[in-house]
Nanobody
C-alpha cells in the first residue's frame, strides 16, 4: 500500500481559494503521474486534474480549467491543487490518486478513476454561496 494523505480542505465562501496537498510516503513517488479526483454526494467520482511525473505537463477537467492549478514538489513527495474562484458546485470530497503505469511516462495520465491503483482518504471541500 502506498499511503497518500490529503490535507487542506475546509469551508470557504464562493469566490475564495483553497490549496490542497497530497503527501506520499514512497521513495519512488517522483517517478509517477498523479491526479486529483472529486466526489460529490450522490455523484460519480470525477477527474479534476493530473500531472506527469516530472511536472512538465498538466491536464484539467473543463469545469476547473483556468481556476485550478495542479503542481508537485518531488523533493517533498507532495502534489498540490490550488483552487481559486471556487463555486458551490466545487463542493466535494477531493482525492489524490497514483497510477503505477505512469512511471516516467510523459503521456497524458488517465482520466478514468478505475485505472488508478492508490488513493488517499480524501479531504472535504465545502463552498458556500
Amino acid at each position: 500500500q502506498v499511503p497518500l494523505v490529503e490535507s487542506g480542505g475546509g469551508l470557504v465562501q464562493a469566490g475564495g481559494s483553497l490549496r490542497l496537498s497530497c503527501a506520499a510516503s514512497m521513495r519512488t513517488f517522483s517517478s509517477y503521474g498523479m491526479a486529483w479526483f472529486r466526489q460529490a454526494p450522490g455523484k460519480e467520482r470525477e477527474f479534476v486534474a493530473a500531472i506527469t511525473w516530472s511536472g512538465g505537463s498538466t491536464y484539467y477537467a473543463d469545469s476547473v480549467k483556468g481556476r485550478f492549478t495542479i503542481s508537485r514538489d518531488n523533493a517533498k513527495n507532495t502534489v498540490y491543487l490550488q483552487m481559486n474562484s471556487l463555486k458551490p458546485e466545487d463542493s466535494a470530497v477531493y482525492y489524490c490518486a497514483l497510477d503505477t503505469r505512469t512511471r516516467y511516462s510523459d503521456s497524458s495520465p488517465s482520466r478514468n478513476r478505475y485505472e488508478y491503483d492508490y488513493w488517499g482518504q480524501g479531504t472535504q471541500v465545502t463552498v458556500s454561496s
